[in-house]
Nanobody, 112 residues
Framework: QAQVVESGGGLVQPGGSLRLSCVAS????????LGWYRQAPGKERELLAT????????YTSNSVRERFTVSRDNPKSTTYLQIKDLKPEDTGVYYC?????WGQGTQVTVSS
């Protein structure tokens, strides 16, 4: 059974950093593209970044490109979203998608 599980969220002060992780199981991770998304309170889910199956082709939204970095470790069936210089507007639930499978999300709250 395919499963996608995010972790690494939490309460962070403005200017801080986080690394979100997303572990996949039950399917062949290295054959699938992936994406990271965010849903802020009261807003629609937005695409943050994508990466192809090899990690050689990435896309990052202009709105976060300077602060967000997506990566993947295929032997570990894991993708990461590194976030630096966190801002209050980064608050939301962060989701990972592997192929067509979604995780349950991890909450990130940026507040002093």
């Amino acid at each position: 059974q395919a499963q996608v599980v995010e972790s690494g969220g939490g309460l962070v002060q403005p200017g801080g950093s986080l690394r979100l992780s997303c572990v996949a199981s039950g399917f062949t991770f290295d054959t699938l593209g992936l994406g990271w998304y965010r849903q802020a309170p009261g807003k629609e889910r937005e695409l943050l970044a994508t990466m192809d199956r090899s990690g050689g082709d990435t896309y990052t939204s202009n709105s976060v490109r300077e602060r967000f970095t997506v990566s993947r470790d295929n032997p570990k069936s894991t993708t990461y979203l590194q976030i630096k210089d966190l801002k209050p507007e980064d608050t939301g639930v962060y989701y990972c998608r592997i192929g067509l499978a979604w995780g349950q999300g991890t909450q990130v709250t940026v507040s002093s």
